[in-house]
């Protein structure tokens, strides 16, 4: 009976640590992401933990980027400039998350920030999964989009 209950308190935290591992709402996956790259703990760049960009994406573009990452071999690949930011160098103010719009198992999550005085907007699509959120693609004002640049890139 001892065993029984130990097993079950066992698979009870381990439901419950996973359970906090999922994020519940679009903004808050995005703002775990600026928060994440801010202290240097990004899924961008980094070739050593497969499961930290699986956090975030969904598996096509985690796929790609992965792909990218391993492929690039500490070098520049399909993406030059830092892919949260859309530029080479930050000096950010009037960093805004807007609420995101949700549609069935899509939402979008539109970010507003001041870079070097330069007022930008980027936009993150971000599909449902089972019952987490993972960004499908991030799209910037130029017209280009996180998804297809790795998409040129695996095609070439």
Excluded: C
Excluded at 35 to 59: G, W
Excluded at 66 to 88: H, M, R, T
Excluded at 138 to 149: D, M, S, T
Aim: glycine share 4%.
């Amino acid at each position: 009976m001892r065993a029984i209950s130990l097993l079950l308190l066992l698979v009870s935290v381990s439901l419950n640590l996973s359970a906090a591992d999922k994020v519940a709402t679009p903004e808050a996956l995005v703002a775990e992401l600026y928060k994440a790259h801010d202290a240097e703990k990004s899924p961008f760049f980094q070739d050593k933990d497969r499961a930290l960009v699986d956090r975030y994406f969904t598996k096509e573009l985690a796929d790609l980027m992965w792909k990218d990452i391993k492929a690039s071999k500490g070098e520049v690949g399909a993406i030059d400039f830092d892919p949260l930011y859309n530029a080479q160098d930050t000096e950010i103010k009037n960093f805004v998350i807007n609420p995101a719009k949700v549609d069935g198992g899509k939402a979008t999550v539109v970010m507003n920030f001041t870079n070097f005085d330069k007022k930008t907007r980027i936009t993150f699509k971000l599909a449902q999964q089972g019952d987490a959120w993972k960004i499908s693609d991030i799209q910037y004002p130029e017209g280009h989009a996180l998804l297809k640049l790795y998409k040129d890139a695996a095609a070439n």
